[in-house]
């Protein structure tokens, strides 16, 4: 198995299931209704829905940059865009742009060699090795979010 082929295994576990850690994030939101996804348990802590479009938006970084866009540090409005449609479609539509992003993302990795992965992300002075296992990191971080405010709602 090449080096590509295990960070695709880890990004498919920590975002599709059978993660050792626990449920994957794909997994938490299966079982996330609208309203769950709407709430604010926590104040100042962002919501499930928030999360969820903040995974999104960097899901699409790492594409971006897979394909040698340079991409800035984003400002905090493309960070975290702002949730103002909190309707069952609206968050259905959330889910499938997160699924869709996510699937874009692992077919760019999948065209990737192992000798790409030393090469600098344009822009950046980090590597493409680094980045992928950060967006890895990055799920299974906002994972464990979702699992704990879900567990404040309950």
């Known amino acids: 198995m090449s080096e590509v082929e295990r960070i695709s295994d880890q990004l498919k576990k920590a975002f599709e ?5 626990g449920p994957s994030v794909r997994e938490l ?35 971006r940059r897979l394909l040698g866009e ?18 069952e ?4 539509k959330t889910l499938e742009e997160l699924e869709k992003s996510h699937l874009q993302t ?7 060699t192992d000798e790409r992965l030393a090469e600098t992300v344009p822009g950046k002075g980090y590597t493409v090795y680094v ?6 990191q990055h799920d299974l971080y906002h994972a464990g979010q979702i699992a704990l405010l879900k567990k404040a709602l309950a």
């Open 17 to 21: 299931g059978e993660a050792w850690h």
């Open 29 to 63: 939101l299966a079982t996330t209704t609208c309203g769950q996804a709407a709430k604010r348990p926590i104040p100042g802590a962002h919501t499930i829905w928030e999360i969820v479009v903040h995974m999104s938006v960097w899901e699409a970084v790492v594409r």
């Open 70 to 87: 340079p991409i800035a540090d984003l400002a905090p409005e493309q960070d975290w865009p702002a949730v103002t449609n909190v309707t």
């Open 89 to 92: 479609p609206a968050w259905r």
């Open 106 to 112: 692992k077919q760019a990795i999948a065209q990737l």
């Open 131 to 136: 980045m992928l296992h950060g967006v890895i």
